[in-house]
């Protein structure tokens, strides 16, 4: 069975601009969350969707947003992006919200 | 808000060393715990759960952990270590219907 893939690997982007990194989960699987993970930081909940709907949403502005396709690919979108939203963007997916999230291997966005 | 903390940001073993990770969580009511852990370069990858029943569970590569609801923590150990458990290792906790929280990781370095 396929595991998590997230496209792309690795953007670089300018102030100012957006970014949509995608999502595809392991098939089967309709709860796909997100999280920044950066150095000191750990990983950040960003939010959580399940057939489609978001249903938890983390700290983060409004700048942050997502969306959840029928068939449960995901995608999130960083809007007027700042210096400070450089990090490791990872998607995860299981069963239900609260079972065991199996993670793909990131999307590394740099912000210059 | 459920939040998770792991008191130990790094550490630093021996080969055969013993080790304890600590993870403290603040939620009153019935929650799932994890660890997982992330080998350089590699994904996120699931350790070892505690849903129910045992409140001492066995993970991969001889982990296991405790969990003890009346101190709130789910502390990760392993007898021996070795060169190639090094890594960085998350707890994470999830309530029920509620995101999954991490912890901010440890990062641990096995010498051999």
């Known amino acids: 069975k396929a595991g998590v893939t997230q496209t792309p690997r690795y953007l670089i982007k300018t102030r100012g601009q957006q970014v949509t990194l995608s999502c595809s989960p392991i098939s089967g699987h309709r709860s796909v969350s997100w999280y920044q993970q950066t150095p000191g930081q750990g990983l950040q909940f960003l939010f959580e969707?399940?057939?489609?709907?978001?249903?938890n949403k983390g700290n983060f502005p409004g700048r942050f947003s997502g969306r959840q396709f029928s068939n449960s690919r995901s995608e999130m979108n960083v809007s007027t992006l700042e210096l400070g939203d450089s990090a490791l963007y990872l998607c995860?997916?299981?069963?239900?919200?609260?079972?065991?999230?199996?993670f793909g291997p990131g999307t590394r966005l740099t912000v210059l | 808000a459920q939040s998770v903390s792991q008191h130990n940001h790094h550490v630093i073993l021996s080969e055969a060393a013993s080790l304890e990770l600590g993870c403290n969580y603040s939620y009153g009511g019935t929650v799932n715990l994890f660890w997982y852990v992330q080998y350089p370069g590699q994904h996120l990858q699931l350790l070892l759960k505690?849903?129910?029943?045992?409140?001492l569970v066995k993970g991969i590569k001889g982990f296991e952990a405790e969990f003890i609801k009346s101190k709130f923590s789910f502390n990760l150990r392993k007898p021996s270590v070795q060169w190639s458990d090094t890594a960085e290792y998350f707890c994470?906790?999830?309530?029920?219907?509620?995101?999954?929280?991490f912890g901010a990781g440890t990062r641990l370095t096995v010498k051999p």
């Open positions: 994470a906790v999830n309530a029920q219907n509620n995101d999954m929280r």
């Open positions: 995860a997916s299981s069963w239900s919200a609260t079972d065991t999230q199996y």
């Open positions: 969707y399940f057939s489609e709907t978001q249903r």
């Open positions: 505690y849903f129910s029943g045992d409140p």
